[in-house]
């Protein structure tokens, strides 16, 4: 499985980004996708997961409201909407695939393969 997480950059505080994670290499429907993000000085946090049919998802107390994750298996590309961005959400975004658990694990531990990470940076 390969992934690439593209769509990050600046913006002010209450805007918004649309990230992508680009799967190759293995049908996409067959894994979960996850959203994960590292901020400066900071241990990798979980985000979101988007089930391998895309129709549940999950996403951490922070963000809920603000971030909708979806994706698109016909064009192997999941999506990470992100809305009313606040400085704290700053971070390198990874999406990431987990091969095991139909609606994607809730921790590093559940993701096999990770994309590179996108830049995502909040101005306030």
């Known amino acids: 499985v390969q992934l690439q997480a593209s769509g990050g950059g600046l913006v002010q505080a209450g805007g918004s980004l649309r990230l992508s994670c680009a799967g190759s290499g293995r049908t996409f429907s067959s894994y979960a996708l996850g959203w994960f993000r590292q901020a400066p000085g900071k241990e990798r946090e979980f985000v979101a997961a988007?089930?391998?049919?895309?129709?549940?998802?999950y996403y951490i107390e922070s963000v809920k409201g603000r971030f909708t994750g979806s994706r698109d298996n016909a064009e192997n590309t999941g999506y990470l909407q992100m809305n009313s961005l606040k400085p704290e959400d700053t971070a390198v975004y990874y999406c990431?695939?987990?091969?095991?658990?139909?609606?994607?694990?809730?921790?590093?531990?559940?993701?096999?393969?990770w994309g590179q990470g996108t830049l995502v940076t909040v101005s306030s």
């Open positions: 988007i089930s391998r049919s895309g129709s549940s998802t």
């Open positions: 990431a695939a987990d091969l095991d658990r139909y609606y994607g694990g809730r921790d590093y531990s559940s993701y096999a393969y």
